[in-house]
């Protein structure tokens, strides 16, 4: 029997799996990899976000939570907020804010600095701009909410 050409085949093979990133604290204690099919990202500007980053605003990117694997340093999670529900994940040892659970548990809001890889998305707005720090100005042409953005 003549096989037709490849091209005119139907393709039954599965689809890649997506492209997997790796991300750290500052020490290196705490690994993670996360599929880089981020579903939104952001900056927020919210005093929580600047407390916990000890910085002007906390650049993240959000995927459903089963889509983050620790890879090392397990016990070196520091839990913040409520670990059923809604709490950040630190590194015990550096103190690193590494993601945000969310959601009730769904999602997690990657640090987008804590990520050893170039991910393919890119902030699309400025979230919480009413709680900015007031020493901080926005110089970026990203959209700018004064809450959060649904």
Known sequence: MI?????????????PAPRRLGGACLCRALRYTVEDAFRYAACCHC?????ATGSA?????????KKLRLTQGEEQRLI???EQANHDVHCRTCGSLLYSVVSD????HVTLG?????PAI???AHIFVGDKAAWHTI?????QFEGHVT
């Open 3 to 15: 096989e037709p050409p490849s091209e005119s085949r139907p393709d039954t093979s599965a689809p």
């Open 47 to 51: 005093s929580d976000c600047r407390r």
């Open 57 to 65: 605003f906390k650049p993240f990117a959000g995927i459903e939570r």
């Open 80 to 82: 913040y907020g409520d």
């Open 105 to 108: 548990g769904a999602f997690v």
């Open 114 to 118: 804590s990520l050893e890889d170039e």
């Open 122 to 124: 890119r902030p699309s």
């Open 139 to 143: 110089t970026d042409t990203l959209p």
